[in-house]
């Protein structure tokens, strides 16, 4: 706990104090082996809401700021002091899918949902251009990234054929799970997909759930057969994206295949590089084709 509070080490700055909720402040280490930082200080400040967020960086207070929404970057550039960067990140987007029971349980019907979304449109319209649509659960930037396999067509009338021969040519009902205001225009996207699915026969009932209360429900399997999720690769690998997704038994998977569980295992187990990429490379391939997500 004292090392939490008061933490040393050998990098580039020296901890001097942390305010919760507020502040980290560090200061420049002259003892740095690289030598001494450009900056004598650094200082990172804690600003939930996005609109003082902008406004710290507009009048100067803050020289850098994270998660510019969509619809404040055309002012953010506007401004001669300011410049917006927008590189590709590590977090995917996904309507996770049911595959143990109900429509969801026929792979059909997931592929035929994943054809129902214009996710093209999505991007475009709702996030300004700001995101690159997936075509599995591992992104760009991450270690066992396949550029090779490609996203899902938008294309209803394919859609409408594989429900038909799925059983559903009506389609079906079923509650949509969403958290609000936790990831970039979540609500919205959420109400495009209920929109764009109603068009193929899908009716989804949007349930909104405050984020403490999604995590919880997620955890205890609680969540309708829809939902929708993002996930962070913060180890920019992709066992970060299927173990605990994807792999039978696990707290967040809702689908199994013998498969994958053994290309998990084996990318888990062995430090070859090229063994590991291969293993990933099988395994999304069969992940994109089962459709246990909707890939946004």
């Not at 710290?56 to 207070?61: P, R, V």
Request: net charge neutral; charged share 20%; aromatic share 10%.
């Amino acid at each position: 706990a004292t090392f939490a509070k008061q933490p040393i080490g050998t990098g580039p700055y020296k901890f001097v104090k942390w305010i919760r909720d507020d502040r980290v402040v560090l200061k420049a280490n002259p003892s740095y082996w690289k030598g001494k930082p450009a900056y004598d200080n650094l200082e990172f400040r804690s600003i939930p809401n996005s609109n003082d967020r902008v406004a710290a960086l507009l009048t100067g207070e803050a020289d850098i700021v994270a998660n510019v929404p969509v619809d404040m970057v055309p002012r953010v550039e506007t401004d001669r002091n300011c410049n917006v960067l927008s590189v590709p990140g590590l977090r995917v987007f996904y309507v996770g899918l049911d595959t143990r029971t109900g429509p969801t349980a026929d792979k059909r019907v997931r592929q035929a949902m994943n054809m129902a979304v214009d996710v093209p449109a999505i991007i475009k319209n709702i996030l300004g251009g700001h995101a690159l649509q997936i075509a599995t659960p591992v992104g760009q930037g991450m270690f066992g990234f396949d550029p090779s396999i490609k996203p899902y067509t938008h294309d209803p009338e394919r859609a409408k054929k594989l429900l038909a021969e799925a059983g559903y040519p009506n389609g079906f009902s079923m509650d949509f799970a969403h958290p609000s205001g936790i990831y970039m225009k979540d609500y919205e996207v959420a109400m495009a997909i209920v929109g764009q699915m109603a068009k193929v026969g899908i009716k989804l009932n949007p349930v909104t759930y405050e984020w403490g209360v999604f995590l919880d429900k997620y955890r205890m399997d609680q969540l309708p057969a829809s939902l929708l999720m993002g996930n962070f690769a913060w180890t920019m690998d992709a066992d970060n994206s299927v173990n605990f997704l994807f792999r039978t038994g696990q707290m967040y998977s809702r689908y199994s295949n013998k498969r994958v569980d053994e290309l998990i295992d084996l990318e888990s187990t062995t430090l070859d590089a090229a063994k590991r990429k291969a293993a990933f490379s099988e395994m999304v391939g069969i992940l994109h084709g089962d459709a246990p997500w909707i890939f946004l």
